[in-house]
Each structure stands twice: as structure tokens, then as C-alpha cells.
């Protein structure tokens, strides 16, 4: 009994976290009707429908498949490691930093599964979460904070490019810059034979792009939520078994708990102060304890100067582990596999973040002023 709970408390870490977090809050928000509003059902159910899909995948080792294709057609190591960054950062732009990192986690992880390269997982997987993270923030619709900002404040489509370019340009130089960190090791295959569905394949692929209709509204949430899992269903109903539960309730918990501090009167108070001497660096606080999305809902509350804070929840999706949601995504995968190595990775995951925060900040110190 004890192992088993030791088990299911190191595979649900952030959930049990993000669960302690949203009870205490609890205690300063007593539970009302506001509660309902707290949960993005939309999110939650995208990342059902993802997950299911991305279940379904691994069951027919269709990643096993695409990695080794990866490790074929860019045959060292650092131009794999280049292809997963550039595959997770443009995929941020299209289907958002958590579900593109849901997606592509898998293919870093089966790339250095494959070729004896597990002691760079944490590295790859930190850097896949940088560039999930920074991949979205050129356009409104790259991520959730952005499209708040972008509808908030009514900005001009080109005035909204034109405030992001800089930073998101230095994003690229700075991904492409870490891939000397890596070694150009030729990467050899082992000689096992790998078995898929192509049938399977197939629908899974066309069920993947539906999923991807609905997370940009082309094609109603509700006919999604029908169709995939049915299908799923009846093809793997397996599938359903490996979906992370675990992470679809972190997201729960985190809704409330960074909802409820956005309600505690003296979380406002102290924010208020803190805008009047550095709306970006206010912003970037923020997000390292409530989190991106929350901060811009809050902070937008209290200045109308929508520059810097878009700067500060772009950048601020860097830092902690509850800065971005996509950064608990990437945890979460990385301790369920390396449960021993969860304090090495914290501190190589709170380095780099660093690394990228400040050399962000002094290129928004530059931008700020230019819009003004």
C-alpha cells in the first residue's frame, strides 16, 4: 500500500500541488456561483480531445514511426534536436503552446529514446517547452493571453506584429544559438522493426486536423467531443485508459486557484501599486505566481498601456513552473519518466528560463520605448 501511494504521488506531483494551492485559496474565496466561470471548458476539452488522439497514436507506435523518420532524415543529433524545437515552435503557433507540446513531448522523447541520448531529455525537453512557450506570441491568436489582449484592447492586426517582432526574432536566434549546446553525433538506429496500422493511421490523422478545427472554432466544440471519441471507441477503446487524467485535472485546479488570488482584494491592492512604478516587470512577477493568462485578465483591470503588458505575459510565460500551464505539461511528462532526476531538472529548467528572461527584458527595454 505504501508504494503504490509513493507511485501515484510522484506520477501526479503537479496535480497534487495544483490541488493543495486551490483548496487553500478556498479559504480566502468561499465557494459562490463564480466558481462555475472559473474553468475554461473549451481548454479542458481540446486537451481531451487531444489527449485521446495522442493515446490512440501511441498505440499504434505511430511516434515511434515519425521518430525514426526524424532520426533518418536528419541523421546527427543537433539537426534532430533542431527539427523537434523548430516542429514544437511553428506547431505553437497553430494549435497553442500546451497542445503543441502534448504532441511533439512525445517525438523528443522516442528521438533520444531510440538512439541512447536519454541523458539529454531534460535539456530537450526544457528547450521544446522555451519553444512551445515563445513560438505563439508574434500573432493574436498564438496563444490564449495574446487573443485577451488582442480583443481587450482592440489592437490593429499589423500594430500587433509590429510590437511582437523584435522579441519573437531574438526567440529564433536564441533557439537556433542553443542548438550548439548539442553535440553533432551521428545517431544510429537499432534494427527493430516497427509495426503500425496505416488504416488506424489514417483516421487518426484526419481525426487530429478535426481536433485542430475546433481549437480555432472552424468546426462547433460540441461535434468534436461527439465524433472523436466514438471513433476512438471503436477502434482502441484501450486508448481511452492511457489519456493523462492527471493533467486535465492540474488545469482544473489551477483555474481555481489563480481565479480565487484574482479575487482577494489585497492581491489587487498590491498589483495597483506595483503598475503605477513598472507595468512590464509587474506583469513578469505576475506570471510566476498566478500564471500568464490570469495576470492579463487581472492587470488589464488597471492600465490602459496594453504594449508593455503584452510584452510581460509574452515573456512572463518564462520563469516557474506555474508561469505557463505548457511548463507543467512539459514537468509533468518529464517526472512521470525521470521521478529520481525531478530536482536536476528544476534547476536546469529555472537557469535556462532565466537565461532567456533576461536577455528578453533587455530587448523589451529597448522595444518599449518605440511605441510609446
Do not use: W
Not at 35 to 40: F, N, T
Not at 88 to 114: Q, R
Not at 236 to 264: G, P
Not at 333 to 345: E, Q, T
Request: net charge positive; aromatic share 14%; charged share 15%.
Amino acid at each position: 500500500m505504501v508504494i503504490k501511494i509513493k507511485k501515484f504521488v510522484l506520477n501526479n506531483v503537479v496535480a497534487i500541488i495544483a490541488f493543495v494551492l486551490a483548496v487553500a485559496t478556498i479559504f480566502f474565496v468561499p465557494v459562490d456561483k463564480e466558481y462555475i466561470h472559473y474553468i475554461d471548458y473549451k481548454t479542458i476539452s481540446c486537451l481531451f480531445l487531444i489527449s485521446c488522439i495522442i493515446s490512440a497514436f501511441k498505440d499504434i507506435n505511430f511516434f515511434y514511426a515519425v521518430a525514426r523518420h526524424i532520426i533518418i532524415r536528419f541523421n546527427t543529433l543537433r539537426k534532430s534536436y533542431m527539427a523537434l524545437i523548430t516542429i514544437t515552435f511553428v506547431g505553437s503557433m497553430i494549435i497553442a503552446n500546451d497542445m503543441a507540446l502534448i504532441t511533439f513531448l512525445p517525438l523528443g522523447y522516442l528521438v533520444l529514446k531510440e538512439t541512447n541520448n536519454e541523458d539529454k531529455e531534460a535539456f530537450v525537453f526544457i528547450m521544446q517547452n522555451v519553444a512551445a512557450n515563445l513560438g505563439g506570441m508574434l500573432t493574436p491568436f498564438g496563444n490564449p493571453q495574446n487573443l485577451y489582449i488582442y480583443t481587450k484592447y482592440n489592437i490593429d492586426n499589423v500594430e500587433f506584429m509590429k510590437i511582437m517582432a523584435i522579441p519573437f526574432v531574438v526567440a529564433i536566434v536564441l533557439l537556433y544559438l542553443s542548438t550548439l549546446l548539442i553535440g553533432d553525433d551521428e545517431l544510429i538506429l537499432s534494427h527493430q522493426d516497427i509495426k503500425t496500422s496505416p488504416i488506424k493511421e489514417k483516421v487518426y490523422i484526419f481525426l487530429f486536423v478535426l481536433a485542430i478545427f475546433v481549437v480555432f472554432r472552424y468546426v462547433p466544440l460540441i461535434i468534436g467531443l461527439i465524433v472523436i471519441p466514438i471513433i476512438v471507441l471503436l477502434l482502441d477503446r484501450q486508448a481511452f485508459k492511457s489519456i493523462d487524467y492527471s493533467l486535465l485535472s492540474t488545469f482544473v485546479f489551477f483555474f481555481i486557484f489563480s481565479s480565487n488570488l484574482a479575487r482577494i482584494d489585497a492581491v489587487n491592492n498590491f498589483f495597483s501599486k506595483l503598475l503605477e512604478k513598472n507595468i512590464y516587470f509587474t506583469t513578469l512577477i505576475s506570471c510566476q505566481v498566478m500564471s500568464n493568462v490570469p495576470t492579463s485578465i487581472l492587470l488589464s483591470k488597471f492600465t490602459n498601456d496594453y504594449v508593455p503588458l503584452l510584452y510581460g505575459v509574452n515573456v512572463g510565460c518564462l520563469g516557474t513552473l506555474i508561469a505557463s500551464l505548457a511548463s507543467l505539461i512539459t514537468f509533468r511528462n518529464y517526472a512521470a519518466l525521470n521521478p529520481k532526476k525531478i530536482g536536476s531538472y528544476l534547476v536546469l529548467f529555472t537557469l535556462i528560463n532565466i537565461i532567456f528572461i533576461v536577455i528578453e527584458s533587455v530587448v523589451v527595454g529597448l522595444c518599449i520605448p518605440l511605441h510609446l
